[in-house]
């Protein structure tokens, strides 16, 4: 770049480089990143160790890759972290293999985290209970004693972008009865073993529940 100065900014009138510009904008909001520190680490990841934003913020996402290990790494405190490391790439590499050890603890926690923002469709009923998992291992239980394949979705629920609970007989709560997904307010499945269809009487507890907590019904059976 011309007299030193590396401008982020030009993607924005490149094509197809707009993504880019919206990676870069996002991270240092949700980071809260110092603009000029900010700036100043591109500037040095430039000359020091020839990256470019491409490499930063491209298809790898090496950047935020990195200020999304280091965060967990510290417990979620933004004040802790490393934000702008002298030696990047290094840096890196050793951040995530610490993570890769550590990401069976994050992943638990993220489950349980992600599921308690859910605590509030547990119900009780006469005879049956919805609930809403505790620990990724209900759900690998769930899979195992109904034969189906529920824990595929355990993933899916770590990112949040559906939720798992279960259907329960009040005098058997520890024992898996049928399953439930419930995704952007639509209860989108519901199997019992071996992906069967539940009783009329668990189905229309699932309406009366679904119903109580503003959820639509879009599963198969119905």
Known sequence: PENNT????DFANNDGSRYKVNRILDCITEYNLNV????????RMYNVEG?????????????KDYLNMEKNLKNGSMAKMDKYPQNFMTTFHIVKREYRVRKEEFDENNFRNQCDRFRHLEHQYRKYSIVVPQHSSEIENEADCLKHCVRIYIPRVIEGSTLICFLRDNEQLEEPLVTIEVKDNHVTQAYGIHDSKPTDEQLDVMRR??????LKLSWSWD
């Open 209 to 214: 529940w679904a119903r109580q907590h503003g």
């Open 51 to 63: 990256l470019e934003m491409d490499d930063l913020f491209g298809s790898g996402n090496h950047y």
């Open 6 to 9: 590396y401008n982020i900014f």
């Open 36 to 43: 000029d520190a900010f700036l100043a680490f591109c500037l």
